[in-house]
C-alpha cells in the first residue's frame, strides 16, 4: 500500500486538489524545462551517406545500446532512409523493440546467451549470429528457418568461435542446413584494432577471416553476407571490405580513426536552476576542490553523474553560456554541476549547452570524451533515463 492510500479519504481528496491546483499554476509550457537531449537526424543522414558511398556491398546500420544514445527508432529510420538497408544489434530484445517500432529491413542480433528467445526471433524474422555450437543447437532446437550467420572471432578473444572451433561448427551448421532447420546466409568477424590503420592486428584478422570464409565454402556453405568492418575499418581500410559493412559510431558521426569529417549528431542542453555571487575565498561543492581565487558569479546546473556527466570530468570540464565557455567548479555531483560564469549577468532559465556539434564553440561529446579519460563511445550512450528526449 502506497502512503497515499494509507491516508482517510478526505486527506486524499485534499493532496489531490492540493496538486491540480499547483499543475494549474505551473504555466503550461511546451519546451521540455530540465536537461534535454536533442539528437540532428538530418546529420545522421549525411553521415549514412558517406558510408553508403564508401562501402562496395550492403551498409548496416548498428542501433545497438538505442542507437548509440542516439535514440533506436528514430536512427533505424534515419538511415534506412540514406542508404542502410540492414539493421544489427547485439540482444534479441532490441531486435524485438526495432520489429515492434515497425522496423521490416533484415535485422542481425550477434549477442545473446543460449536460453535467450530464439523463437521470438525466428517469429520476427531476425537473423542470428552464431559463435558456438551451444548457440547453434539452441537456435535449432527453437525453431524452423532460422536466417544465421557464423560468427568467426578474428582476434579479438572476445565473441565469435575460436578458429580451433571453426570448421566444427561449419560443419555443424552445414549439417543444419541440409537438414532443413537453418539457413546460414553470413560469415561475420571484427577487427580489434581498426582504430588504429597499419597496426598488424588489422592484417592478421583480416586473413584469418578470409581463411574462415574458405573453410564455410569447402564444407558446402555459401554464405552471400559477409562481413568483417565496422566503423574504423569502413573508414581507413577498404581491403576489409566484403559484402557487407556494420557501422554504428560513425552513422552518429564519431570516427575513432581521426581520418574522416563527420557529423556529430547529439546535442544536451541543460537550464540553469539559480546563480549566486560568492566571495574571493568561497569553497564550491562536496570536497571544496575548487575556491574563487575571485569575486564572481556561480550558475547551477540540475544534471550530474547520474544524468551521464563522468565524475572524473570534476576539474576539467566546460560548458557553454552565452556563447562562452564557462569551466564546471568542484565535484560533478549526482544531481547536479556549478559552472563559473565570471561577471557575465546570467539568469535563473538561460540554457546552457552541455555538449553539442561543436560550431558554435560549445563543448563536443569529444571534449567529454578527452576530461573523461574514455571515447565518445561511451559519453554518448551514458546519458541517463532522466534526461528528456526531444
Ligand atoms: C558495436 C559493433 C559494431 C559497430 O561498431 P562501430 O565501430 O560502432 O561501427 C559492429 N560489429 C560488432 C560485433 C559490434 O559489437
Known amino acids: 500500500m502506497s502512503a497515499v492510500s494509507a491516508l482517510p479519504i478526505t486527506e486524499r481528496a485534499e493532496l489531490a486538489e492540493l496538486a491540480e491546483r499547483h499543475s494549474v499554476r505551473r504555466a503550461p509550457t511546451a519546451v521540455p524545462s530540465g536537461p534535454t537531449l536533442h539528437t540532428d537526424l538530418d546529420a545522421v543522414a549525411a553521415n549514412t551517406r558517406l558510408f553508403a558511398a564508401r562501402v562496395p556491398g550492403a551498409l548496416m546500420a548498428v542501433v545497438k545500446a ?41 535485422i542481425l542480433s550477434w549477442l545473446n546467451t543460449i536460453d535467450a528467445d530464439f523463437t521470438a526471433a525466428i517469429g520476427e524474422r531476425v537473423d542470428l549470429a552464431v559463435p558456438s555450437a551451444a548457440h547453434l543447437d539452441a537456435i535449432t532446437g527453437a525453431g524452423l528457418g532460422a536466417r544465421i550467420h557464423l560468427h568467426l572471432d578474428t582476434g579479438m578473444a572476445r565473441d565469435g568461435a575460436a578458429p580451433r572451433d571453426w570448421s566444427a561448427l561449419c560443419r555443424a551448421a552445414r549439417a543444419a542446413e541440409r537438414a532443413g532447420l537453418v539457413r546460414v546466409v553470413g560469415v561475420m568477424g571484427h577487427l580489434g584494432c581498426a582504430d588504429v590503420p597499419g597496426d598488424p592486428a588489422n592484417a592478421a ?18 554464405p552471400a553476407l ?19 559493412s556494420r557501422v554504428g559510431a560513425g552513422l552518429v ?6 581520418t574522416t569529417r563527420l557529423s556529430p549528431a547529439l546535442t544536451l542542453t541543460a537550464p540553469v536552476v539559480s546563480v549566486r555571487r560568492v566571495a574571493r575565498g568561497t569553497g564550491v561543492g562536496y570536497g571544496h576542490t575548487w575556491t574563487a581565487d575571485r569575486a ?24 557553454a553560456l552565452r556563447g562562452r565557455r564557462c569551466p564546471v567548479v568542484g565535484r560533478i555531483s549526482m544531481d547536479q554541476v556549478v559552472v563559473d560564469v565570471g561577471d557575465a549577468p546570467v539568469r535563473p532559465g538561460e540554457v546552457a549547452t552541455v555538449f553539442g556539434p561543436g560550431p558554435g564553440g560549445e563543448p563536443t561529446t569529444a571534449d567529454w570524451a578527452s576530461w573523461s579519460d574514455t ?16
Open 66 to 106: 538505442d542507437g548509440f544514445g542516439h535514440g533506436g527508432a528514430a536512427v533505424a529510420r534515419t538511415a534506412l532512409a540514406h542508404g542502410a538497408s540492414w539493421l544489427g544489434v547485439t540482444s534479441i530484445e532490441e531486435a524485438l523493440t526495432l520489429r515492434a517500432g515497425g522496423a521490416t529491413a533484415p
Open 205 to 222: 584478422g583480416r586473413a584469418a577471416f578470409t581463411w574462415g570464409v574458405q573453410i564455410a565454402r569447402a564444407v558446402g556453405l555459401r
Open 226 to 244: 559477409r562481413h568483417l568492418a565496422a566503423t574504423s575499418a569502413t573508414l581507413t581500410y577498404p581491403a576489409a571490405l566484403h559484402t557487407m
Open 253 to 258: 558521426g564519431i570516427d575513432p580513426t581521426g
Open 296 to 319: 564572481t558569479t556561480l550558475a547551477l546546473l540540475p544534471l550530474g553523474y547520474a544524468d551521464g556527466l563522468p565524475r572524473v570530468a570534476s576539474g576539467r570540464a566546460q560548458v
Open 375 to 390: 571515447i565518445e563511445h561511451e559519453i554518448v550512450t551514458g546519458i541517463g533515463p532522466r534526461v528528456v528526449r526531444a
